[in-house]
């Protein structure tokens, strides 16, 4: 059974989302994909927080974006005072970029088969109610939809007689009851208030679940223990030798990570490392964005030269973000701005180049010609980015004379830089030149196989698709193991 979980988190989405994560793992279901609704706190920050426990649950690689912002008719009402300001009680996930493509993850799913396909809603209805209305093709093949909603015949947790969900966003509800193409199975307030999690089925989930892949939780070598406790050791030694009556205080205990200052062959520091990670991944921490300093992009130069294989992995807001993975070196000075709810052309059209704007669809034509009216010449270089740091990624280029005319699908938020880049984007477009970028792959292979061959895929661009049409199974009678005739035969 496949899943595709549009949430709210949440402290309780967040436990649904654990529940589905754990069961994933001990292969009761596949989690297709997740995506996020406004409700108890704004769609991006429910969709932070549903990536951060991903990343917890050990399923970091989950599909996963932010749905609708608001209500169909309603202004968004969220519940600081129940679920915190962020959304997860007192924890705070961190800030990260997170996709708007929620519509297209859905599609996605649908068009792989709707037979196993089981939706599940556990937050208010905008995204699916949207859905029906964008796609009402692909809403029209769901076969299993599951909500949470609703007081029937139950006293309400948001007023007298209203549950939170349908609340939040009755148009919604009302809209997804009456086109829903299938028997919906509502999951009332009245039934989930008597769920229970019995100890023996929380023992099993948790145990399904592994460890976290934060380093501070991994087992840490016992040479590094062994060797920190010899330090700690000469150090009181030392003190008690210059006659101090006190041990000095304990350093703080070792991780798992072993950190190495970067030495001048970087190359072959990396080679050296890579051999004693036996398998594991080898990371070059760089302060900032790393193409925007000479000196890492020498190294970036350097590695790529030598045939090994990496990734650049920023970590910046998206207007630098987006450039980096498109391959497109800023230099250490550039100007950014969000253009969706206009700007200010004047300066802009005097701001240090290049210049990366959030804009639309719609904001290129306006683009174009406010700048060329300032004086910007139409020959300008101009590289438009859809779907950034996703695997549907797609980098445009163009002028600024052309910009307003480009012929190409470019739904949702996109990213515009223009003006001459520092070096040629073609040293660096390391996303989108992947081997594998792009392509739709099936995996027909059995469930226990298909994981590392869909991770190997993703690692070379590919977006892998898991079909389990086969299975190896043990022969129903061992004689057959004898009966089949000899090659020569």
């Given at each position: 059974m496949r899943v595709l979980l549009d949430c709210d988190p949440g402290i309780d989405d967040t436990f649904a989302l654990i529940y589905l994560a754990a069961a994933h793992h001990a292969g009761e279901l596949e989690l297709d994909c997740v995506t996020t609704t406004a409700g108890n706190v704004e769609a991006v920050q429910c969709a932070q927080n549903a990536a951060w426990i991903l990343a917890q649950c050990n399923l970091p690689a989950i599909p996963l974006a932010a749905g609708e912002a608001q209500p169909l008719e309603l202004a968004l009402t969220t519940t600081p005072e129940t679920h915190g300001e962020h959304g997860l009680g007192y924890a705070h996930a961190p800030e990260r970029h997170v996709a708007s493509d929620w519509d297209l993850l859905w599609c996605d799913a649908i068009e792989r088969?709707?037979?196993?396909?089981?939706?599940?809603?556990?937050?208010?209805?905008?995204?699916?109610?949207t859905f029906a209305r964008r796609h009402p093709r692909h809403f029209a093949q769901l076969r299993h939809i599951t909500v949470m909603g609703g007081a029937v015949n139950y006293p309400g947790n948001t007023t007298p007689t209203a549950e939170w969900n349908f609340w939040v966003d009755p148009h919604a509800a009302a809209e997804v009851f009456a086109r829903t193409p299938v028997p919906i199975t509502l999951c009332s307030l009245g039934v989930t208030e008597q769920f229970v999690l019995d100890p023996p089925r929380l023992d099993a989930l948790v145990r399904a679940l592994g460890d976290t892949p934060v380093a501070a939780a991994l087992p840490v070598p016992q040479e590094l223990l062994d060797a920190a406790e010899a330090e700690y050791a000469q150090m009181c030694a030392d003190a008690k030798a210059k006659g101090a009556r006190r041990k000095p205080p304990r350093p703080a205990p070792p991780t798992a990570a072993v950190l190495y200052e970067p030495?001048?062959?970087?190359?072959?520091?990396?080679?050296?490392?890579?051999?004693?990670?036996?398998?594991?991944?080898?990371?070059?921490?760089?302060?900032?964005?790393?193409?925007?300093?000479?000196?890492?992009?020498?190294?970036?130069?350097?590695?790529?030269?030598?045939?090994?294989?990496?990734?650049?992995?920023?970590?910046?807001s998206l207007p630098s973000t987006v450039p980096s993975f498109a391959g497109i070196a800023l230099g250490s000075t550039y100007t950014e701005a969000d253009v969706t709810d206009g700007a200010d052309w004047d300066a802009l059209a005097n701001a240090t180049q290049p210049i990366v704007l959030q804009a639309t669809k719609e904001d290129l034509p306006v683009i174009s010609d406010e700048l060329q009216q300032r004086g910007m010449p139409a020959e300008t270089e101009a590289f438009v980015t859809v779907h950034g740091t996703t695997r549907l990624q797609r980098t445009h280029e163009t002028t600024l004379g052309t910009l307003g005319k480009l012929d190409a699908e470019l739904p949702g938020e996109l990213v515009v830089t223009l003006g001459r880049s520092f070096d040629d984007r073609s040293k660096y477009s390391w996303w989108e030149n992947r081997s594998l970028y792009g392509w739709r792959v099936l995996v027909p292979r059995t469930k226990e196989q298909a994981a590392a061959m869909s991770a190997r895929l993703a690692g070379h661009g590919a977006i892998p698709q898991s079909v389990p049409t086969i299975s190896v199974e043990p022969p129903r009678n061992p004689c057959l193991l004898y009966t089949s005739p000899s090659p020569r035969d």
């Open positions: 088969g709707t037979d196993d396909l089981h939706l599940i809603v556990t937050g208010p209805l905008t995204n699916l109610a030495a001048e062959d970087i190359v072959g520091q990396l080679r050296e490392c890579l051999v004693e990670a036996d398998g594991e991944d080898v990371i070059r921490l760089v302060t900032g964005n790393p193409l925007h300093r000479e000196s890492i992009k020498a190294e970036i130069n350097a590695v790529a030269s030598a045939g090994l294989e990496f990734q650049v992995v920023p970590g910046m």
